[in-house]
């Protein structure tokens, strides 16, 4: 027996990725976002929304570049705090201490203390309500080499992303490893 309970931005799970961008004035600001996700293999591409009430939209769309800054467990409290003070009153990085580096790639800059990075250049923008989506296309990621694994791939064991559950408002970290892509679908067998 389903419930309906209302039409609402719930999708388990949304990310928590801060966004690296350059005010008008080339001033670095974070915020923070979750609804956003991976939308193109080739070229890779991710998309964001942001309101045009943050501080941070203008500088996005003057640079048409920002990056993605993904955080550890470790960093749930700045994360927060990119999400709750605004770039307009709050100088955030210095608040919070972390270190903001100047992209080669994007016209963007990064937080030195995550440990993955996504370079993005604009490249769509769609006007949706509230919010407005971004089209970014994913020049490069930088991880930090201590998260890789033996074959050079993000281990997220290593990285401890975590999520938003919207309406409940909680952050989680990752769940437990329910096996490996290609394997799952063999042990179903069909006559
Ligand atoms: C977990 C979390 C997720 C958020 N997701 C979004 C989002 O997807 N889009 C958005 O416009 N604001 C989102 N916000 C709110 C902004 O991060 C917040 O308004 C922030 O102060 C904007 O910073 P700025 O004014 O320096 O740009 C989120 C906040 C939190 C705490």
Redesign the pocket.
């Known amino acids: 027996m389903f419930e309906s309970i209302g039409a609402k931005p719930l999708v388990f799970t ?1 990310p ?1 990725w801060i966004i690296g ?1 350059y005010d008008l004035d080339g001033k670095p ?8 996700g991976i939308c193109c293999s080739k070229p890779p591409c991710v998309n ?4 045009k ?5 203008a500088g996005l769309v003057e640079h048409a570049a920002f990056t993605i800054n993904v955080p550890s467990e470790e960093l749930a409290h700045e ?2 705090f ?7 009153t ?1 100088d ?1 990085l210095a608040a919070t201490g972390l270190t903001a580096v100047r992209s080669e790639l994007v016209d963007a800059p990064y937080l030195a203390e995550v440990p993955l990075v996504l370079e993005c250049a604009v490249r769509h923008t769609l006007e949706i309500g509230l ?1 407005t989506m971004f089209v970014g296309e994913i020049l490069d990621i930088k991880a930090a080499e201590e998260v890789l694994d033996s074959r050079g791939i993000p281990d997220p064991k290593k990285v401890r992303p975590f999520v ?1 559950s919207p309406e409940a408002k909680v ?1 989680h970290g990752l769940g437990v490893n329910l096996g490996k892509a290609g394997t799952l679908y063999k042990e179903i067998t069909r006559d």
């Open positions: 949304t928590v961008t600001n974070m915020m923070t976002v979750s609804w956003g964001i929304c942001l309101r009430a943050t501080y941070s939209f994360a927060e990119f999400g709750r003070a605004s770039g307009r709050t955030k919010h938003y952050y």
